[in-house]
């Protein structure tokens, strides 16, 4: 059996998890969607637990941790655990960014430690930072600060009860918009081009972001196949990417319970289907 596990907040799972059920079971593939927050997890060897709209975890942090854990004990889950465990937090930016892909420059501050931010806008050569949680989703926790908004003469200290990541705003973000680029085992199927609202920096939908499906320009292709060799192999992945003037800087890579922006991408829903199948034997 194929599980493609959502939540208990969409229990009969989102649109594109029924597209790739539809396609699993074109291919002669047992699959159901079932949420990870309830219901009986106890897994034949054999079977594929597939992360898919599990998108309340963060409010179950620590259930989480035990749910994965033991599918993959029983089962089989993907993306593997190890994947997860790593993705799980934003650090793995810094590993990427150790290994060559083409980051946002990011700087970890960690969890009580005091820091001025005008040294960070000198060091950024920034206008603008982002500050945000490096366990967190959907933008929770997400600070925006200008250097036009310090008071003179204020000794700017700041400390926070988590670890975070800061990094300069990129002001392509909120005119050109963010790229999400998805791989099936390491290939490029489609991307699409995120906007966020006027004046807004987040390109997810609930938001207010409009999404269009569009062919990325090549240097955009490329920082994305660069990210996904500096990466794990995994059976999917959504790399999402600012185009910084001609230059292609990684935002996120995610590997864990990406949107993948299936609708009208019937190649990729195959792809990602046969993927599974083949995993499934």
Excluded at 82 to 108: C, M
Excluded at 210 to 222: G, W
């Amino acid at each position: 059996m194929i599980y493609l596990a959502t939540c208990s907040d969409h229990p009969a799972g989102v649109p594109e998890d029924h597209l790739l059920l539809d396609a699993l079971s074109s291919q002669s593939q047992a699959a159901a969607i079932r949420p990870w927050d309830s219901g009986d997890w106890r897994l034949a060897s054999e079977d594929l637990c597939v992360i898919r709209s599990t998108w309340n975890y963060i409010a179950k942090r620590d259930a989480f941790v035990v749910w994965r854990r033991a599918v993959a004990e029983r089962g089989r889950l993907v993306n593997p655990l190890d994947v997860i465990e790593w993705n799980i937090d934003k650090k793995y930016l810094l590993e990427l960014q150790s290994r060559g892909a083409p980051t946002v420059p990011t700087v970890l501050v960690a969890e009580g430690v005091a820091c001025r931010l005008e040294e960070h806008f000198a060091a950024f050569g920034c206008e603008e930072l982002v500050v945000k949680p490096t366990v967190g989703a959907g933008s929770s926790g997400l600070e925006i600060h200008s250097l036009n908004d310090l008071e003179p003469n204020a000794d700017g200290v700041r400390s926070w009860t988590y670890d975070v990541l800061f990094q300069p705003l990129v002001p392509a973000i909120r005119t050109v918009g963010e790229w999400s680029l998805v791989f099936v085992a390491g290939e490029f199927q489609h991307a699409v081009r995120k906007r966020p609202t006027r004046g807004d920096i987040r390109s997810q939908p609930e938001f207010g972001a409009i999404v269009t499906a569009e062919t990325p320009p090549r240097h955009v292709l490329d920082a994305a196949k660069q990210t996904i060799e500096a990466g794990p192999a995994t059976t999917f992945a959504r790399i999402d990417l600012v185009d910084n003037g001609g230059t292609a800087l990684l935002m996120e890579a995610e590997y864990i319970e990406p949107q993948l922006f299936l609708e009208g991408q019937p190649g990729t829903v195959r792809a990602l289907a046969e993927a599974l199948a083949e995993l499934h034997g």
